[in-house]
């Protein structure tokens, strides 16, 4: 619990692999790899506090596809929106 | 007497014609259709449902009306099947899972009520990814086949829709669209597919995917048949709060054939980029014909459509994980495996996630308010690819197959539209060289409520060209 942070700024990587040379492709690869990997015990404990119906099987399966979704969606969280920029708006309060 | 095969390919707006002329008989009409589900069924697995009774005596009480001189409007007497998602009371209604495979509801969607007080005959139900969102192939009831290659996927999730258009076993259907399960089914099925603006079609009655993200709307054979589907189902619903008190327009007098001084808008990047050679070619030579009949070209950008896929997904998958939430915990055995695996992922999203992909939705209408300052309808292709070999059931079962990565971005052009809200029609523009030869999907994107600016640019187009008159190679 009390380890290093494992994260890792992912435009910080990829400045230095720039620095270094590499093309951006290159760079994209490397810099997903250097993401945190998502393990078992995290995601145990996750399912724990949504209300622990994960058995192991499908806490196996969740872990596969919980990391591939930290990869696809890594591109969206790096994206700098302005602060003016809310949420599309869904609740009509006149209906 | 009976019907001709020639006339079981005719758009319904033709057969309503010959049944208002009394030229066609809507008891021998739907014997026909019935008939032909009955040999192609086994082969291409679109139907979940076959209301036969139904259909016949829906059919014999349309006749008699006709007869009387009660003609109801242009679907009356004519054959048409739902994808099995909606609900219709008395009826089994499976969302094509083991979940829901025993349900009969006791209601009736505002959808198919609608088209029934049209007088248009209920011929059964369709087959469907899981939810609108499994494999297609360990779902409930098997895969539903590609007409133009049985060996090959009719897209999702309104599979069966676009498996009986394309093999004439029904004129028309109703699909659903939450990512693009209308649009992919029309452009790998070379039929129509209108995903209208969010609010003009109820989705009372309709299993729910993901609530702000879903639609409901027609898939024909011909954008004039699209038209026709649309002004019946179209309209306010107290039922679904999301629907628009607007008024809604006279659909056919959008089918002109004349498109001159009209601007298409054509994205510089994203939209139309990773294009297989022969969509790019179909798609470029779809450009220059309906510049041939006047229109004008013009370069559009949409600067963040490459988050539209990405941003989407967290969308629809955080919201179906919170729609399926009981189930999941009751009876996940009975799912899917890739719906539960999806689902399951899904409660993993941090509030932060969906709230992100919801500022990229405001981002990305705001961009498209601006392209529509610069063009009435933006064309894009139906897909970057033709479609695929049905999966083998493992790899099916997880999207995260062996061996294989991320992408950074996921792709794809009809998701763009699920985010907006804004209306698109996927029609046919063209087929690959072959063998097999298989179809290929023009999309055309409009302004919020303008189907009617789609329908006059796609009947255009359509009237110009002869690709929605092949018949693929299947017969009884």
Known sequence: ?95 | MPVAADVLFLPAREQGALIRARKLSPVELTDAYLARIEALNPRTNAFITVTADVARRQAAAAEREIVRGRYRGPLHGIPYAPKDILATKGILTTNGSKVTATVVPDYESTITARLAEAGAILAGKLNLLEFAMGSGVVSGFGPSRNPWDLARTPSGSSSGSGTALAAAMVPLSIGTDTGGSIRGPANFCGIVGLKQTYGRVSRYGVTTLAWSLDHAGPMTRTVADAALMLQVIAGHDPSDPTTTADVVPDYSQALTGDVRGLRIGVPTRFLTEGLAPEIDRAYRAALAVVRGLGATLVDVDVPHAEYATNAGWVIAMAEAAAFHEQRLRTSPELFDPIVRERLDAARFYAATDYIKAQRVRTLLMQEMQTVFTQCDVMAVPGGNALPSPLESPSDAGTDVKLGSTASRFRGGTTFLGNMTGLPALVLPCGFSAGPPALPIGLQLYGRAFDESTLFRVGHAYEQATDWHRRRPPLSP
Do not use: C, K, W, Y
Not at chain 1, 60 to 78: D, P, T
Not at chain 1, 87 to 92: D, E, Q, S, T
């Open chain 1, 1 to 95: 619990m009390n380890g290093p942070d494992p994260s890792v700024d992912r435009r910080a990587v990829l400045q230095i692999l720039g620095a270094l040379g590499f093309g951006a492709a290159t760079a994209a690869d490397l810099a997903a790899q250097a993401r945190p990997v998502v393990s078992p015990g995290t995601l145990q404990q996750a399912a724990t506090l949504l209300d622990g119906s994960f058995d192991a099987a499908r806490l196996g399966v969740a872990e596969r596809a919980v990391q591939r979704n930290q990869e696809h969606m890594a591109a969206m969280r790096e994206l700098v929106l302005d602060d003016a920029v809310e949420p599309a708006p869904i609740f009509a309060p006149s209906r």
